[in-house]
């Protein structure tokens, strides 16, 4: 079958060959797989998503865009080319346009647990937690067992207080699909960064009740504890919005002093100074003390 041999390649066990790769995470010898089954089979769409996918997976997402894009001009309607480019404008922060990709292809594939996950998966990253309950919902009635679905459900039990020992779908998808507490831990850092602390918090506080030797996942919950403390809670513009309102907030207090220097009677003015003072040291010291005691 090698074209060295001079025996005409099979584009079926090309493209059989590159998809058990694969599913090992050989990437590299199923880039050469593809790559030889492109030289004989230039116009195989298979071939063409599956180089796209390589690219992907190594996290090469701009040359795996470029290909998807050319792959979606020759075919518009290849399933797991248009699921790839919602993920690949997803990660391109292009949530607009990843969302009406799902939305077509959830029209055309009304039955796909996948789509619905897929979907799901990007209002959970939104905030949309009722769109999400509900893609969730019906993902799992067309596949009750799918781990993309019950990842979901899982995921939306916890932000929203439900207790994980309560949680089917937590417990189910722990046990069937370990694999997801990658994606938990993602989400985690996606809703702290988005100032939903609270809901990462007890998301990684589950994580961590079944992971207690995790080093990682134990920093991630004493971090989310110190940011949801009830202490920190005149913090919370330097939490949401970091340097930005750190800058914000020094400048606005430059200036207010500046102006009630003059505007102000003194004792008025020393009272204002030091309570910006102490806000400002408040802000540079406490966090870190909280961190160590928590």
């Known amino acids: 079958m090698s074209e060295e041999s001079g025996l005409t390649p099979d584009l079926a ?22 790559s030889r089954g492109l030289r ?39 399933y797991g080319a248009r699921m790839l480019y919602a993920h690949l404008l997803e990660g391109a922060k292009q949530l607009p346009e990843a969302e009406l990709v799902w939305i077509d292809l959830l029209r055309d594939n009304p039955q796909s647990a996948d789509c619905f996950a897929g ?37 939306i039990d916890l932000i929203r207080h439900r207790n994980g020992a309560d949680s089917e779908h937590l417990q ?6 370990p694999e997801h507490v990658r994606s938990a831990i993602a989400l985690v850092i996606a809703l702290s960064e988005k100032g939903n602390d609270r809901g990462a918090l007890r998301i990684a506080q589950e994580l961590l009740r079944h992971q207690p030797d995790s080093k990682p996942l134990l920093s991630l919950v004493r971090s989310l504890r110190a940011r949801t403390h009830w202490s ?14 750190a800058i914000a907030i020094t400048l606005v207090g430059l200036v207010g002093l500046r102006v009630g220097q003059q505007a102000l009677p003194p004792l008025v003015f020393e009272t204002l100074t030091w309570v910006w003072l102490a806000y400002v040291i408040y802000s540079w010291t406490w966090p870190k003390l909280l961190r160590r005691y928590l």
């Open 13 to 34: 066990a090309i493209e059989q060959e590159a998809h058990a790769l694969l599913e090992r995470r050989r990437y590299a010898q199923a880039r050469n797989s593809v």
């Open 40 to 78: 004989s089979f230039p116009q195989s769409t298979e071939l063409q998503y599956l180089a796209a996918f390589i690219d992907y997976a190594s996290e090469r997402p701009e040359e795996a865009l470029q290909g998807i894009k050319a792959l979606l001009s020759q075919a518009p309607h290849h």
């Open 119 to 155: 979907y799901g998966e990007l209002m959970l990253k939104t905030l949309n937690l009722e769109k999400a309950r509900r893609l969730a919902q019906e993902g799992l009635r067309q596949s009750p067992d799918h781990a993309g679905c019950l990842y979901l459900a899982a995921m």
């Open 172 to 177: 189910r998808m722990l046990l069937e699909h």
């Open 232 to 245: 920190m809670l005149p913090l919370y513009p330097l939490q949401r919005w970091g340097w930005t309102a």
